[in-house]
């Protein structure tokens, strides 16, 4: 197993870093859509890169696919006779969410949406969803990891995350609210994603433009908002 690297600027072991700042980045891999099973595709490569920076949280996937498969197209030949080819996004960032954790607003950039700058704004409850915390418990990257499964009004799974309640997450990447703790590991099934802790830091030294991309210069809309319900 790929033994993680921490480098953790704490005074004490089991602080929490709530009012820290934290970087860190997972290595993702996609399954790709519409392939036919017995095909055998591989899931494509992403890395997500996540900052938190006292109030301020923002995620985001980098497709390092993209240099493989520049053209966001790639083609299988099953046979001598027939082939397939898959359309993959080829925004080279993509799923970028960001947090204000004071005035609970969260804004999200959409690849691949209906709109050419899918920007999008909410209000947002802490508690919007429930975690359902399960009495399971494993080693990863040589952290003791608990499980837990986050699902939707009606009841479907949406993910599933290996957590360390020791170290504190507010949210994590893909619009993920009220994390019990870090994610060491997670399955995002909406979008038939995994993804697996590589590094993780607390640093001092974010700058700020982090947190205001690119994308983020073309117009928002709001939605509505994710209020729990009562």
Known sequence: MKKISLIIIIFFFGMHLYGQNMVAQYDVKREVMGAPKELNVP????????????NRVISFLKADYLKDYPG???????????????????DTIQAISYFDLDSMILRTHTEGGLEENDNRWFYYDEDYRQWQKLDETASIQGMQCHRAILKADNGTP???????????MPVGMRNLINV??????ATYFGTHETFTLKSFSTTSDIPDEVFWPKEFNYPFKKYRDLKRKK
């Open 72 to 90: 966001g197209v790639f083609y299988i030949k099953e046979s001598s006779s027939i082939g397939h080819s898959f359309t993959l996004y080829r």
């Open 180 to 185: 019990p703790g870090l994610i060491v590991k």
């Open 43 to 54: 899931p494509v490569n992403l890395t997500c890169y996540y900052y938190k920076k006292a």
């Open 158 to 168: 949406m993910a599933e995350i290996w957590y360390n309640p020791e170290i504190e």
